[in-house]
């Protein structure tokens, strides 16, 4: 696996203080991104929260993703998580060490009071000491939130004094991107009261006894969701229902549960998103189809890496986004000119590069950019590379709908069926197109495109 080492630069750790306006939670920023460029510490919010005690427990939650590996244990180690400035609201993002859990909390405007929230995206310091604080607030009692150094030090800091050097796996890069294109392919498929969720959620073993079980389905019913023996119409996949444990720390202010998938296809597991409601807020937890298949190899996004339309109007619509918490597809097309479809594959392309996400509440995207250099997660994605690698080494011989591709000294046979390609490699046959395109389609796709291609990758 490919790793980076991300140094993280804060003034000061994060802390849970004492002052004249009571407890103060002061969350600090390490360098990241704002519609000013980039800044060391940017300032996004100084306000109180609604319900400070749901507010800890979700952010809590969020570091637990952080901390945890769902697949193949091991000692924790975790990239602090991020927060995104929207102008209306806070989100706090995290993906877990194994790539296969993406955790959201969305705290709202009516869970914020206090200045407007700023706009950018940047790191935000969640220590083991604040852990323990936030841990033991048990009363609403007012909470001072502050999220970015205070007023007097944005002007007199003289330079970091903690920093933090994690590694950065290229695959949780790649996590944001593929979770992000399953997610804009979900639709609600159940509601449930606060008490139906208290009631479903602690049934789910919290152990990783099941994991080996497969993938599990449930469907809405009168009572909230039941287990179903197969994928029927409605159905939503639940794999590996242990990876819901981070819901549980949120799992007594829920107000409702909503859950969302794609339509069923032919049984095979896939992923879901689980959305608590909160007074304010949302904490979302979005699986990949399987405890043991994270999200950074599921190709939703190879297609629209493979043309150079898709990078050019990516450029385009990228200066139109302004930041927006709901950014829809029609309007960029309306104010860009290019089509929904073009517009659509640019923001698959932007959300490589970790500059949109998407919220399933909204059903709309939202503007972040990534305090880390997300684009190395398209220049390291082994399939992208390979497929330009063969595309640039003119091993693609065109045949009207058939293709061939020479790889090492094998050949393969490339079919156009139906809008489809169908590939004779070990990976069509193991996947059937399930995670994406093998990288002979791939690459018949780019010199079909018309893909600059030259020294193999771009």
């Known amino acids: 696996m490919t790793r980076s080492v991300q140094a993280l630069a804060y003034a000061r750790p994060s ?3 004492s002052s004249q306006v009571g407890a103060v939670l002061g969350l600090e920023t390490a360098g990241g991104l704002t519609p000013r460029g980039a800044e060391a510490h940017p300032r996004f919010f100084a306000g109180f929260l609604s319900a400070p005690r749901i507010a800890a427990r979700g952010l809590l939650a969020v570091a637990d993703v952080a901390a945890a590996r769902y697949y193949q244990r091991a000692l924790p180690s975790s990239l602090d998580p991020v927060v995104t400035g929207n102008g209306d609201r806070l989100r706090f993002e995290s993906f877990s060490g194994c790539c296969g859990v993406y955790a959201r909390l969305d705290v709202l405007q009516e869970g914020l009071d206090g200045e407007r929230t700023g706009h950018g995206t940047t790191n935000v310091d969640v220590n083991n000491p604040l852990r323990d604080a936030l841990s033991r607030i048990t009363a609403d009692d007012p909470l001072h939130l502050r999220v970015g150094p205070d007023e007097l030090a944005v002007t007199t800091l003289d330079g970091p004094v903690v920093e933090k050097k994690v590694p950065l796996p290229d695959r949780w890069l790649r996590g944001f991107a593929e979770a992000q294109v399953a997610s804009a392919g979900f639709d609600l498929r159940a509601e449930l009261t606060a008490a ?263």
């Open 15 to 17: 802390a849970l203080e």
């Open 196 to 458: 139906q969720a208290v009631a479903f959620l602690r049934s789910l073993p919290r152990g990783s006894g099941n994991a080996a079980r497969g993938a599990q389905w449930v469907v809405a019913s009168g009572s909230g969701l039941r287990p179903t023996t197969r994928p029927v119409p409605g159905a939503v996949c639940l794999p590996g229902p242990e990876r819901l444990v981070a819901l549980q720390r949120v799992l007594r202010h829920a107000t409702a549960l909503r859950v969302y998938g794609p339509p069923v296809a032919d049984g095979a597991a896939a992923a879901s998103a689980w959305e608590v409601v909160l007074p304010g807020m949302r904490l979302t937890l979005t699986l990949s189809p399987d405890s043991s298949r994270g999200f950074s190899g599921e190709g939703g996004v190879l297609e629209a890496l493979a043309t150079d339309d898709a990078a050019s109007d990516a450029e385009l619509v990228s200066v139109l986004l302004a930041w927006e918490p709901r950014i829809e597809p029609a309007s960029l097309a309306e104010q860009s000119g290019l089509s929904a479809e073009r517009v659509r594959a640019a923001l698959t392309r932007l959300g490589t590069a970790g500059r949109v996400g998407y919220d399933l509440a909204d059903a709309a995207y939202f503007h972040r950019e990534l305090p880390y250099d997300a684009d190395r997660a398209e220049r390291h994605n082994p399939r992208l590379v390979a497929a330009r690698e063969l595309a640039g080494a003119g091993a693609v011989t065109l045949d009207g709908t058939l293709a061939s591709v020479s790889s090492g000294d094998r050949r393969y046979q490339v079919r156009q069926s139906d809008g489809a390609l169908t590939c004779t490699c070990q990976w069509w046959a193991d996947y059937r197109g399930k995670r994406g395109p093998c990288k002979h389609a791939l690459a018949v796709t780019m010199v079909r495109r018309g893909a600059t291609v030259a020294g193999g990758v771009r």
